[in-house]
Each structure stands twice: as structure tokens, then as C-alpha cells.
């Protein structure tokens, strides 16, 4: 019982010095891979960097302690960073200190979530998400989470579109045009690092060599090179009177969101004392409060667009101030610096004091040294109702990639597994995450991979993993300054290139054409609705629950006959003669409400075919359960066979079966003689009498029977 509520006590069943060396190499050879990666899915999850770091302070300890795989390595994943993003982005601007909050809070959910399941014993839940689907939604998010990082690969700044598709497509339009080069050039070395690395030295730190070897460069190089200017520095009216209606919007649209809030929750109000006239008009100004928001944020997108395209060129003065003018605008026989500069335009309001031109690349910057602030999420219950249906995805695919991460480990290592004691620790990892201001994590499958053959013998080696990061919090995050932010999207497209499986469809659609079909279905929403990731995921299990329910709902219903092996098969499937005078229909499947009536009309069509029918066998063997719509279509089948001057039986009928049966008299209405254990014990005790006036000289059903 102790080690049930505390599974890591059975870590030091036979632990020695040896083990110890074991778990903190591996500890610390995780920690090298996760630090540089968590701080890239934070920035996919829409989070400054360092939060990263935080989602990797309490989670891997915490799942280690509590969930059931030795080796499982807890922390931020690629998945679930994409779909905290796509929760959250309709709640609250990427980064803000709102944003922050809701994934914090989702952080939480998907925590509650996961540990209820797992107290409950329902791991099996996540069965409804079959292979086919996570497969096509797997793929289709390693091409999203890739192909998200072009900008920052390119040096370029574009506004999302309403489908990440139309986002590509405004990246694309603004690298042919705008690209920066030493931000190319910085993720193009990185790339080259890892990859090399990788094929040199495979257990080498290849992502942390690049992050230190990049950082350096960028460091020694001056790559980020950013200065502050007064907006009259600006040597361009057009360019003022853009940045001037550019923060009129922006200062507006947070204003207009406070009244839109106030008109819900006087419509919440309204709701709870009955009063409809209240509730409606609170509801049409919240709507119409909504209108005018996008309306001004497709106008600051506007001139968000204009200024990022701005392209200034710096000329000192006498005095030493300097001026910016447009490119092509310089007055004749002034010399600029070189640089090409830009504005860092975002969703606020731009300072018109301290203007901040981009004269270089983007780096991570300052990252807050120490541990984060322990606290319990703020409870929203509007919030709670608009993420559940997110933090439920996130918690079944984050399970379910955790899962299967921890059973190809166990089938290595021979340990055995418990999916709701790893459902607790996952759920526990991401509550204690909360509160230490993470957001939603998961097992993760390449750090997984280094524990494991980095030789790790328990969980603790996790728990060197958060001490690491904990010590990289206190002492080093000024040495992540100079980070480039082209580098931490190099190792993002590093790691989902193994999330890409094409083989998987193909396997899919060799086993069954519709598993194939149900995947690339998945594949092609979850691509089309993004970033609302939620509906091609939905889709995937509303098709599969379909399929599932067709299946089940016309099972398999065939006649058998004696084949040349001297086993009874499928008459149809192997062209087989039939006896006219017995037929064997077997039934594959469980009898119940959905599918009775289909058994009724094939025998129905059955008996229509076949005018000199004497016998009808329904072999059982395949139904394994029975409902009372599916017992009472039996007993009717019954009535209506023998009235028809047909005798009827039933073989290999289950022990589950059988008991509903009994209970409901049925056995007694056919007659317990007319139950058999086998089918060949039906054919031998039946063939008699149904062959009494036959014309036939030899009976296909009977092992000599040989076709003329």
C-alpha cells in the first residue's frame, strides 16, 4: 500500500553507489538537451523562453516520484507546447501577462484532469484516440510546429492570419523580400552543428554545443544590436502619422476588452437572477463590444504591417544625434552606418520617447535569475469553461504520448508499467508545475531516449535533471542572454523532424483502408484549421467512433462450408458449395440493440434464397456479449424459423452468453439439445435428419465431400 501511494520507494530495492553514479550522468546528460529545448517550446507555446526553464524546474521530478516508469523523462514537448498556444491565443495576446496566467491555469486543468482519471482508473479513456488519428494529427503538428519557426529563421515579423496557412504564405511573401541574413545564417550554423554532431559523435550534447557555439558568436559578434530613439528622429511624416494612429488603436483595444468583460459578467449576473431583458442587453453589447475589436485589430494590423516594412537607414548628425530616413530617401552626400534598421513593433503602444530600432538579429535577452514565486493559479470560472475541452486534448495526448514512450522503454528493460499510476504522476507533475508557473507538460520521447541509454537505473535520475536546472536558474541565465532566437528555432525543427512518420499511413491503410482514410483525413484538417488544432483532432475521433459503430452495427455475417483443409470457411470468400439442406451462418460480433435487426434480415434473406432448408445453425463462437434486444431478436428468430417448418440451433455459445440466456428462458425455448458445444458436433448430430429425403449423393459440409 505504501508503495502504491509512493512508488519511488521501490527504487532502492538493491540501490548502490553504482546506481547513484548511473542515475546522475543520466540526470545531467538530460538536463544538457532539455535546457536549450524547453526554452524553444516555451517560445512555441507563445511564453517568453524562460518559462521553459520553469516547466522544467518541478514537472520532471514530480512525474518521476509518482508515476511508474523509471526512465520517462517529464517536461515541455513540441505537441502540447503547439496546442497550449492554439488554446490560448483566442483568450489573450501571445506573451502578455494575461497570456502567462491562462497557461499557468491550463497548466492546472490539464493536472486535475490527468489525476482524476488515474485515481478514477480510467487510463483506458484515452483509447479513444486511436492510432490513425494521433498518427495524422502527429504529422500534421511537426509540419505546423516546423514550419511556425520560418520567421524566425528568416529574420522577418509578420501578424498571423486567421489559418496558420495564410501565416506561411505571409512569411514566405516577406523572406523573398526582407530576409535577415545574419539570422539565417546564425540557424543555418546551428543546424549544421547538431546535425554534424549527430553523425560524428551521436551521444554527444549536439543541441548544447550549438546553443553555447552560437551563443558565443552572437556575443562576440554584436549580433543583436539594438538602439532607442525619439520619434522625431524619424525623418519621415508617413512614418510618424502611422506610429501615431498605430498607438490610438492599440491603447484602445484593451479598453474595449475591460467594457466586454464588464458586459459578461453582468450577462453572468443577469443569468443568475432571472432577469432575460438584463441578460440580453448585456449579451448584444458584449457582441457588439467584440465587432469593434476586431475591427481595430485588422487597423493596427495594418499599420503594424507598414511599419515593420519600414527599412531606415542611420545618419549621424553635427550635433551627435542621428536621424533615420527611408531607404532611398537619404539627402544627397549623407553617409549612413551600413545597418538597415527597423522598428520593434508589437501589440502595445510604441513609446514615441524611446522608439526601439533593430539594427541586428533577435536574441532571447534578459532571463530572471532565480527560482520562480510558488503560488495556487487564480480560479476563473468563465476561463475554466472555455479550456476545458483544450486542457482535455492536452491531457489525453500528452498521456498518450507519454504512454507510449514508457511502454517501448519497458519492453527494453522488462519493467512493468501501471497507465494510472502514470496517469497520477503526470497529473501531479503538471498541479506542482502550476505552481512553480509552468504550463503543460508531457513525457517526451527524445529526452526519454538519452535517459535511457544514458544508462539511467531509477527516477531519480530526473530528479538530477531538475537540480541541474535549478542550478542553471540561480547562477548561469545571464549566460542565455546572447542566445539567438534563429538558434532555439533550429532545435524546435531539429526535434519534429522525428515526429514525422510516413510510414505510419501507409501500415494504417495495409491493415485497413479506412484506418488509412481516418488518418490522412486527420492529417489534412488538423493542417487546414490550423492554429485551432482542436477541430482536425476532433474530427480524426468523430470518424473513427463512426467506423467504429458502422462495424458494429453491420458485423460480418457469413455462411460456412467445408473447405479442401477440412475446415469449415466462408462460403463466399472461397467459393464454396453449400449444402441446400443445412446452412452454418456465423455471427461476428456482440448481439445487442444496434445490430440485432441485421442478424434478423440475413436470416430472412438466407431462408428467401434457400426453398429446400431443413436446419439452420448460427454459430456463436464470435458473439461474445448479449444485450436484452439482442436475446429477445434469438427468441423471435425462433418462433419465425420453425414456423417456416426450419428446426434451428445454436454452437459454441460463450459461458457470459450462455448465463443471459438461461436467465431469460431461452435455453428452455430452444431446447437445451438444441445447444451445442462444437459445430462439428451440431453437423454430426443434426446431418441425419435434415438429409432424410435428400437427392444429394454427397453433402458439402461432410470431411470427405470433394466438389465434382
Excluded at 545574419?182 to 559523435?201: E, R
Excluded at 524611446?354 to 541586428?360: C, D, N, Q, R, V
Excluded at 449444402?579 to 456482440?590: A, H, K, L
Aim: net charge neutral.
Amino acid at each position: 500500500m505504501i508503495t502504491k501511494i509512493l512508488p519511488f520507494l521501490s527504487w532502492f530495492k538493491g540501490y548502490n553507489m553504482n546506481s547513484v553514479r548511473a542515475d546522475a550522468i543520466s540526470g545531467l546528460t538530460v538536463a544538457l538537451v532539455l535546457i536549450p529545448q524547453s526554452m524553444a517550446y516555451a517560445q512555441l507555446a507563445g511564453l517568453p523562453a524562460y518559462y521553459g526553464l520553469y516547466a522544467s524546474f518541478l514537472p520532471p521530478m514530480v512525474a518521476a516520484l509518482f508515476g511508474s516508469s523509471r526512465q520517462l523523462a517529464t517536461g515541455p514537448v513540441a505537441v502540447v507546447s503547439l496546442m497550449t498556444a492554439a488554446s490560448l491565443e483566442p483568450l489573450a495576446t501571445a506573451g502578455s501577462e494575461g497570456y502567462i496566467a491562462y497557461a499557468i491555469m491550463l497548466a492546472l486543468m490539464v493536472g486535475v484532469f490527468q489525476l482524476a482519471l488515474g485515481i478514477l482508473r480510467l487510463g483506458l479513456v484515452v483509447n479513444f484516440l486511436s492510432h490513425p488519428v494521433v498518427n495524422g494529427f502527429t504529422n500534421a503538428a511537426a509540419i505546423i510546429i516546423a514550419s511556425s519557426q520560418l520567421s524566425k529563421m528568416f529574420g522577418v515579423y509578420v501578424d498571423k492570419g486567421e489559418h496558420h496557412y495564410e501565416t506561411i504564405i505571409r512569411v514566405v511573401e516577406a523572406a523573398f523580400h526582407y530576409t535577415h541574413w545574419p539570422t539565417f545564417l546564425m540557424g543555418a550554423s546551428a543546424f549544421a552543428i547538431m546535425y554534424g554532431l549527430k553523425w560524428l559523435w551521436p551521444r554527444s550534447p549536439n543541441v548544447l554545443v550549438a546553443v553555447a557555439l552560437t551563443s558565443l558568436i552572437s556575443w562576440a559578434a554584436g549580433y543583436q544590436h539594438n538602439t532607442t530613439a525619439p520619434i522625431e528622429a524619424i525623418v519621415s511624416p508617413e512614418a510618424k502619422q502611422w506610429i501615431a494612429s498605430f498607438n490610438e488603436i492599440t491603447a484602445r483595444i484593451p479598453e474595449l476588452a475591460n467594457e466586454r468583460a464588464a458586459a459578461h459578467e453582468a450577462m453572468g449576473a443577469s443569468r443568475k437572477k432571472g432577469d432575460i431583458h438584463a441578460m440580453l442587453k448585456a449579451e448584444h453589447s458584449a457582441t457588439e463590444l467584440s465587432y469593434q475589436i476586431e475591427c481595430l485589430k485588422e487597423e493596427a494590423h495594418t499599420y503594424r504591417e507598414r511599419i515593420r516594412l519600414l527599412m531606415l537607414r542611420a545618419v549621424p548628425q553635427p550635433d551627435g544625434s542621428v536621424s533615420f530616413y527611408p531607404e532611398g530617401s537619404l539627402p544627397a552626400g549623407a553617409r549612413d552606418d551600413g545597418r538597415i534598421w527597423r522598428i520593434k513593433v508589437g501589440n502595445r503602444p510604441i513609446s514615441r520617447n524611446k522608439l526601439i530600432l533593430m539594427g541586428g538579429g533577435a536574441v532571447v535577452g534578459e532571463i530572471p535569475r532565480g527560482l520562480p514565486s510558488f503560488s495556487v493559479p487564480k480560479i476563473n470560472g468563465n476561463t475554466i469553461l472555455h479550456l476545458f475541452p483544450y486542457a482535455a486534448i492536452i491531457s489525453l495526448l500528452g498521456f498518450m504520448e507519454a504512454i507510449s514512450i514508457a511502454k517501448a522503454m519497458a519492453a527494453k528493460t522488462g519493467q512493468r508499467l501501471d497507465p494510472n499510476q502514470e496517469l497520477i504522476g503526470q497529473g501531479l507533475a503538471n498541479i506542482c508545475g502550476a505552481i512553480g508557473k509552468s504550463y503543460p507538460t508531457s513525457g517526451s520521447f527524445s529526452r526519454s531516449a538519452v535517459n535511457l541509454q544514458a544508462g539511467a537505473v531509477s527516477g531519480l535520475s530526473s530528479v538530477f535533471t531538475s537540480m541541474a536546472v535549478v542550478i542553471v536558474l540561480l547562477f548561469f541565465t545571464p549566460l542565455l542572454y546572447y542566445l539567438p532566437q534563429s538558434v532555439l528555432a533550429a532545435v524546435i525543427m531539429m526535434a519534429v523532424i522525428g515526429l514525422i512518420n510516413v510510414s505510419g499511413f501507409v501500415h494504417a491503410w495495409k491493415a485497413q483502408w479506412y484506418d488509412g482514410a481516418i488518418s490522412i483525413i486527420t492529417f489534412v484538417c488538423t493542417l487546414l484549421f490550423a492554429p485551432h488544432l482542436d477541430k482536425g483532432i476532433m474530427i480524426g475521433v468523430v470518424l473513427s467512433l463512426a467506423v467504429f459503430l458502422y462495424k458494429n452495427m453491420r458485423p460480418k455475417v457469413v455462411s460456412l462450408s467445408r473447405h479442401e483443409d477440412e475446415a469449415l470457411r466462408c462460403a463466399v470468400t472461397h467459393g464454396l458449395n453449400e449444402c441446400p439442406y443445412i446452412s452454418i451462418v456465423r455471427f461476428d460480433g456482440p448481439l445487442f440493440f444496434a445490430n440485432a435487426s441485421y442478424l434478423e434480415d440475413k436470416i430472412t434473406e438466407l431462408m428467401r434464397k434457400k426453398q429446400d432448408l431443413k436446419h439452420l445453425i448460427i454459430v456463436a463462437n464470435g458473439i461474445n456479449d448479449i444485450d436484452a434486444s439482442g436475446e429477445e431478436t434469438l427468441s423471435l428468430l425462433v418462433d419465425r424459423v420453425r414456423s417456416a417448418g426450419v428446426d434451428i440451433s445454436l454452437s459454441g455459445v460463450n459461458e457470459s452468453v450462455m448465463s443471459v440466456l438461461d436467465r431469460t428462458y431461452f435455453t428452455a425455448k430452444i431446447g437445451k439439445n438444441h445447444i451445442y458445444p462444437t459445430m462439428e458436433k451440431a453437423i454430426a448430430s443434426i446431418h441425419e435428419d435434415a438429409h432424410a429425403s435428400a437427392s444429394e449423393t454427397a453433402c458439402p459440409l461432410l470431411p470427405a465431400y470433394r466438389p465434382a
